[in-house]
């Protein structure tokens, strides 16, 4: 995902953000991954007053709009300190640099779609999250594209899949074998229509549905004039942290999570 699709994040940002309305979490430290410039976070102070950033800057970010980024997320935190996560660091080393419990939300914009494992992604998101957290996120699914699939296309130009091709139930039997709770997912098609080839190859590469060197594309002569995006929008709890993964859908529970009540308890 690149800054030329900016307006794409707003506006997916926008429509998770409000399926939060009818939430009940009372958050008081949010993990936005992948952060960027946007109306997400001003959204998040008015519906979490007091709430502290942990961010996670894009990776095409400039150093100006990355140290811009930052002071604005100390802003919103109200001069509270709060951790700049690296997602170039992530990628390499497949841990977001925070403490286990440590976050009440993680809100994840057109991200997953990128990652070659998905599962590894919920499973730090798990970590990261409080008991009681909430994790919110959005993807593009496998027919994102569909119109470039055809024969003719793949013979002009370089296309790629996403890294994570997964449908909203390939997400929610995910999120559960992750042991998240209450997985709610939801999906829509955004159809995108184009005047100029060069925008839409532009768009293409940005979504990573197509090479990045490519410099041949502007001569194919049988470009759709529309995009489909297939978004896909999830939420899911992170519950019952205290039990360790279940085995043969039995949960278990760690002998030193057991209280014992002494004679002197029920004195």
């Given at each position: 995902m690149?800054?030329?699709?900016?307006?794409l994040?707003?506006?997916i940002?926008?429509?998770?953000?409000q399926?939060?309305d009818?939430?009940?979490?009372e958050?008081?430290?949010?993990?936005l991954i992948?952060d960027?410039?946007?109306?997400?976070a001003?959204f998040?102070?008015k519906r979490f007053?007091?709430?502290?950033?942990?961010?996670?800057?894009?990776?095409?970010?400039?150093?100006?709009e990355?140290?811009k980024?930052?002071?604005i997320?100390?802003?919103n935190s109200?001069f509270?300190?709060a951790?700049?996560?690296?997602?170039?660091d992530?990628?390499?080393?497949?841990r977001i640099?925070?403490?286990?419990?440590?976050?009440?939300?993680?809100?994840s914009?057109l991200f997953?779609?990128?990652?070659?494992?998905p599962?590894?992604?919920?499973?730090?998101?798990?970590?990261?999250?409080?008991?009681?957290?909430?994790?919110?996120?959005?993807y593009?699914?496998?027919d994102?594209?569909?119109?470039?699939?055809?024969e003719?296309?793949?013979q002009q130009?370089?296309l790629?899949?996403l890294?994570?091709?997964?449908?909203?139930h390939?997400?929610?039997?995910a999120?559960?074998?992750?042991?998240f709770?209450?997985?709610?997912?939801d999906?829509?098609?955004?159809g995108?229509?184009y005047?100029s080839?060069?925008l839409?190859?532009?768009?293409?590469?940005?979504?990573n549905?197509?090479a990045?060197?490519?410099q041949?594309g502007?001569q194919?002569?049988?470009?759709?004039k529309?995009?489909?995006?297939?978004?896909?929008y999830?939420?899911?709890?992170?519950?019952?942290k205290?039990l360790?993964?279940?085995?043969?859908?039995v949960a278990?529970?760690d002998?030193?999570?057991?209280?014992?009540?002494?004679?002197s308890d029920?004195?």
């Amino acid at each position: 995902m690149t800054q030329s699709i900016r307006w794409l994040q707003d506006e997916i940002a926008d429509r998770m953000l409000q399926k939060l309305d009818i939430v009940k979490l009372e958050a008081k430290d949010v993990l936005l991954i992948p952060d960027f410039p946007g109306a997400h976070a001003p959204f998040l102070t008015k519906r979490f007053p007091g709430i502290r950033f942990h961010s996670a800057p894009e990776s095409e970010l400039s150093k100006l709009e990355l140290f811009k980024l930052r002071a604005i997320r100390f802003w919103n935190s109200k001069f509270k300190s709060a951790s700049c996560i690296s997602l170039d660091d992530y990628k390499k080393t497949g841990r977001i640099n925070l403490p286990s419990n440590s976050v009440d939300l993680v809100v994840s914009v057109l991200f997953i779609q990128d990652l070659s494992d998905p599962k590894h992604f919920l499973q730090e998101c798990w970590r990261v999250l409080k008991e009681g957290g909430l994790l919110t996120l959005s993807y593009l699914g496998p027919d994102t594209g569909k119109e470039l699939c055809s024969e003719s296309l793949s013979q002009q130009l370089p296309l790629q899949k996403l890294a994570s091709p997964w449908d909203m139930h390939d997400m929610g039997d995910a999120l559960l074998g992750e042991r998240f709770s209450d997985p709610v997912m939801d999906m829509e098609i955004l159809g995108l229509d184009y005047d100029s080839d060069a925008l839409l190859l532009a768009d293409a590469k940005a979504l990573n549905l197509l090479a990045s060197n490519d410099q041949n594309g502007a001569q194919c002569t049988q470009l759709p004039k529309k995009l489909s995006l297939e978004v896909v929008y999830g939420h899911a709890w992170a519950l019952g942290k205290h039990l360790a993964k279940a085995q043969d859908h039995v949960a278990y529970i760690d002998l030193n999570q057991i209280g014992r009540k002494t004679r002197s308890d029920s004195a």
